[in-house]
């Protein structure tokens, strides 16, 4: 009877060990199977930003060895740019492109670098990109949403081009001017007293021919990537927002990342971002060339009229931004802090 209890507990530890090795067997095999993240955005596979989420994408698949996938998805096939901070937050996409405007729907301190004319120049952008200005924001939200915004990106100077020109800030009176779905640009719309108009931004080319909508807000690159050209006349360079994009990891993508891999990915988006703002820069003077080739008349504004006219209806902080960052931003031009 002893020597058959003696037999049990050897069966039995027998089998624990196997239990025990097939679980570890399980847990490599799923360590080393690749994970599959979805990068979605709303602009054209010929876009700046599309070459640069593949470009990412390539540099992270080899350095992680093939165990993190990244396909990227473009032209608002997974969704609208609103969309996007909720899918993050689902998993139901992984990383996306999301405008500093959208983000700061979720997280309004972020507003700052969206309130019209707050930056005085392309320099002054350039500045807050690399500050600890923004660097406090990113972390702000980051600790607000449970996402991971790794990086910004500059997305160039936002002008208003038109079916007619609009010159002063008289002229957009009751204009039916198309702005993305964000209080930062609706209040650049309402502050001239235009009527701002909200639609899918895949519908916006069919808006502007049909004339439903008769302007419309965007850096030039977006206006060459979706032919708006072809459906407006003049380019108002108003340059009334130095745009910037955040590149946000979804909560539960990040932490599938061991912190090894999400050094890694950080530091690889942050390289591919710098690389993207170079292109964004240089590509807007050669931008307003082609633009003029293709028949649309250019014309610089007085934007000290606008601005005047922007401060006495709307403040930063009515936006959301923190008291005082409104001045640390513009101490940010004169190289004071």
Not at 118 to 146: C, E, I, Q, T, V
Not at 208 to 226: D, F, R, S, W, Y
Request: charged residues 20%.
């Amino acid at each position: 009877m002893k020597r058959i209890l003696q037999w049990r507990r050897a069966g039995i530890l027998l089998l624990m060990a196997a239990m025990g090795s097939a679980v570890a067997v399980q847990a490599q095999q799923q360590q080393q199977q690749a994970m599959q993240f979805k990068w979605g955005h709303v602009y054209e596979p010929t876009s700046i930003f599309h070459q640069q989420a593949e470009l990412a994408a390539r540099k992270i698949a080899e350095q992680s060895e093939g165990k993190i996938k990244i396909e990227v998805v473009a032209s608002s096939k997974l969704g609208q740019e609103a969309d996007y901070p909720l899918m993050l937050a689902n998993d139901s996409v992984q990383i996306a492109y999301v405008g500093q405007a959208t983000l700061a729907e979720g997280y309004p301190p972020l507003s700052l670098g969206s309130y019209p004319f707050a930056f005085k120049d392309l320099d002054h952008m350039r500045k807050y990109l690399a500050s600890p200005l923004l660097a406090d924001l990113m972390k702000g939200y980051n600790a607000k949403s449970g996402n991971r915004m790794v990086a910004a990106v500059y997305y160039g100077a936002r002008q208003v081009t038109s079916a007619k020109p609009l010159l002063r800030p008289e002229d957009f009176r009751d204009l039916r001017l198309y702005v993305p779905d964000a209080s930062a640009y609706q209040l650049f719309a309402t502050a001239l007293d235009a009527k701002p108009v909200t639609l899918p931004f895949m519908n916006l080319y069919n808006a502007l021919k049909k004339g439903e909508v008769e302007a419309q807000e965007n850096p030039l690159g977006t206006v060459k990537a979706k032919k708006l050209y072809e459906v407006q006349k003049y380019v108002q360079l108003t340059a009334h927002v130095y745009d910037t994009l955040g590149i946000v990891i979804g909560k539960a993508a990040w932490a599938r990342l061991t912190p090894p891999q999400q050094a890694m990915v950080e530091k690889t988006l942050a390289e591919t971002a710098k690389w993207t703002n170079v292109g964004v820069i240089a590509g807007e003077l050669e931008d307003e060339q082609f633009l003029r080739g293709k028949g649309m008349t250019v014309s610089p504004v007085n934007r000290q009229l606008f601005l005047e006219r922007i401060v006495k209806r709307s403040t930063p902080e009515q936006l959301g931004a923190r008291p005082g960052d409104y001045a640390r931003l513009q101490a940010l031009s004169s190289g004071t802090n």
